[in-house]
């Protein structure tokens, strides 16, 4: 079992920034692949970014030139630094840690959100 914990939600207005954590736990994190997802109010929950054990990131269209995802494997600690926020980045965000030939094990999420 992994548990994932996440941190760093909060209010910021319309162009600020927040940088979320994801802390997860087991001895092999250097090996999981960890993502980010949000879900805003009424909507469908959505991939956000993905980093592999490799360091290799992707984005969503929507946040790219944006958002920043990185992992500190010594602090078993995923980053997503969000940067230039919108209003339509309002949502609960959640991490993930995918763990190899095992589940994908979710956290419960921290709310973001961005005034107009």
């Known amino acids: 079992q992994v548990q994932v914990v996440e941190s760093g939600g909060g209010l910021v207005q319309d162009g600020g920034s927040l940088r979320l954590s994801c802390a997860a736990s087991?001895?092999?994190?250097?090996?999981?692949?960890m993502r980010w997802f949000r879900q805003a109010p009424g909507k469908e929950r959505e991939f956000v970014a993905v980093?592999?054990?490799?360091?290799?990131?992707n984005y969503a269209d929507s946040v790219k030139g944006r958002f920043t995802i990185s992992r500190d494997n010594a602090k078993n600690t995923v980053y997503l630094q969000m940067n230039s926020l919108k209003p339509e980045d309002t949502a609960i965000y959640y991490c993930?840690?995918?763990?190899?030939?095992?589940?994908?094990?979710w956290g419960q999420g921290t709310q973001v959100t961005v005034s107009s």
């Open positions: 087991g001895r092999t994190f250097s090996t999981y692949a």
């Open positions: 993930t840690a995918g763990v190899p030939g095992s589940l994908d094990y």
């Open positions: 980093i592999s054990w490799r360091h290799t990131t």
